[in-house]
Nanobody, 123 residues
Framework: QVQLVESGGGLVQAGGSLRLSCAAS????????MGWFRQTPGKEREFVAT????????YYADSVKGRFTISRDNAKNTVYLQMNSLKPVDTAVYYC????????????????WGQGTQVTVSS
């Protein structure tokens, strides 16, 4: 099992940047592929980015490609989401998740979730 805690959310103006962190407990963090998802009220939780257990493979939603970067530090049991050129439409609660399916965009492939961190982008 792995427990996940996100941090780094906040309020930022459009065009600004934020870096989200997700700290994981447990010795098996490096075995998991990690994902970031986001959700706004009344909408489905949507895929943002994923990174393989080694960090060697990443995949992004088209809506964030070129603006967001996912990375991980297995020595620190942490995965990051660097968000640049933020837009008001990026406003959401951001969740990190852990799973064992390579490059998955599906919520159902991630059995472990954090509690989420709010990101608000003002225009």
């Amino acid at each position: 099992q792995v427990q996940l805690v996100e941090s780094g959310g906040g309020l930022v103006q459009a065009g600004g940047s934020l870096r989200l962190s997700c700290a994981a407990s447990g010795r098996t963090f490096s075995s998991y592929d990690m994902g970031w998802f986001r959700q706004t009220p009344g909408k489905e939780r949507e895929f943002v980015a994923t990174i393989s257990w080694s960090g060697g493979s990443t995949y992004y939603a088209d809506s964030v490609k070129g603006r967001f970067t996912i990375s991980r530090d297995n020595a620190k049991n942490t995965v990051y989401l660097q968000m640049n050129s933020l837009k008001p439409v990026d406003t959401a609660v951001y969740y990190c998740a852990a799973g064992l399916i390579f490059n998955s965009r599906s919520r159902s492939d991630y059995p472990y979730w954090g509690q989420g961190t709010q990101v608000t982008v003002s225009s």
